[in-house]
């Protein structure tokens, strides 16, 4: 098939580039800075057990430059995903099916509204990846990609991911599918980037590895009132997490430590990036349990907690240095907000 990479940066050049090794026609849309680097140096991908260097790489920076593909790869951030769904209708009278690889909860739904069911794929990256400088892909965990069964074209689809080299995992329930990823994307991301700390540095406080764990099982408590419970993706044993972090504290919290710190590699949290940028994932990360749990009447205060002192960061409401690496002003919002155990 002949597909479109509609936000080029690390998932979508990973994705992509592994296609286009495979002899797959990909068609890489990307910023202009980013867009020049791979048209002059090729894109570059490295790391655990990944490597290549795609030479002769399609690359534009406006979607009315190109044929219609069958499908289209949306890899850009969740906040950017209405404005790339307008691009799509702009320019497509007949919109070939998307491939939704966005993070978080609701993306699939508003591109069903807009686009129709049958015209969207839900897919999950599990892979941890890193566009360290333009066209240039680090791989620090390889793992997998998830996708949605029920969908004419997600056999071909599956058959080009595993042609390319990717693991990639069928699911019946692509809701389900999506708040498992949800639980890895949360764990020490939020936190770490109010606190400007790596993820082992959250778990090895006490008080904020507990604000953490709370917040993990908030979430786990919110898919059980929705009627889900945690299922592995590919390379993640989600299902496991799940059932440890209900553990006493005393013993989960080293053990959450040691995932984390292997789990991520050297890679930042997303929301790092997020601080000072008016717009924001945890929205749809936290934010997105926050919202599920208030209408099923399931409290999450620990996941409003990050949710609203991060976004508080993001828009400039706060000085991003009254939090930095001072972990009893989170522990005390923690409190205000009715934590428990803080």
């Not at 966005?102 to 015209?119: K, P, Y």
């Not at 599990?126 to 566009?131: I, L």
């Not at 991301?189 to 099982?217: C, D, K, M």
């Not at 919202?291 to 949710?307: E, K, V, Y």
């Amino acid at each position: 098939m002949r597909y479109l990479v509609f936000g080029t940066g690390a998932v979508g050049a990973l994705v992509g580039g592994k296609l286009a090794l495979a002899g797959f026609p990909v068609t890489f849309l990307a910023r202009p800075r980013i867009a020049e680097a791979l048209q002059t140096q090729g894109l570059h991908l490295a790391g655990d057990r990944t490597h290549g260097v795609l030479k002769e790489v399609h690359a534009i920076t406006e979607i009315s430059d190109i044929e219609r593909p069958d499908l289209i790869l949306l890899t850009v951030k969740t906040y950017d995903a209405e404005t790339a769904a307008t691009e799509i209708e702009n320019v497509f009278t007949d919109p070939p099916t998307i491939v939704s690889l966005l993070n978080g909860i609701g993306s699939e739904q508003m591109l069903a509204v807009r686009f129709g069911a049958e015209r969207v794929i839900s897919a999950t990256l599990t892979t941890a990846v890193q566009m360290i400088k333009p066209a240039v892909i680090h791989v620090a965990r390889r793992r997998g990609i998830g996708v949605e069964l029920d969908h004419p074209l997600a056999a071909a689809f599956i058959s080009d991911l595993e042609a390319a080299d990717f693991l990639a995992e069928t699911y019946p329930n692509p809701e389900r599918m999506k708040w498992s990823k949800l639980l890895t994307n949360i764990v020490a991301n939020a936190s770490s980037a109010i606190l400007g700390w790596t993820p082992s540095q959250v778990y090895n406080h006490p008080s904020t590895a507990l604000i953490e764990i709370e917040s993990l099982r908030e979430t786990i408590r919110v898919m059980r009132v929705i009627g889900y419970f945690p299922q592995n993706l590919p390379g993640v044993k989600v299902s496991l997490l799940a059932r440890a972090i209900f553990l006493p504290r005393r013993l989960i919290r080293p053990l959450l430590g040691k995932i984390v710190s292997e789990g991520r590699g050297d890679k930042k949290p997303s929301l790092h990036f997020d601080i000072g940028r008016g717009k924001s994932e945890v929205l749809r990360l936290n934010g997105a349990v926050v919202q599920a749990g208030s209408r099923l009447g399931s409290p999450t205060p620990a996941n409003r907690l990050l949710t609203d002192t991060l976004m508080k960061l993001v828009k400039d409401q706060e000085d991003p240095e009254r939090f930095r690496n001072n972990p009893e002003l989170l522990v005390q919002l923690a409190r205000e907000y009715g934590v428990p155990g803080v």
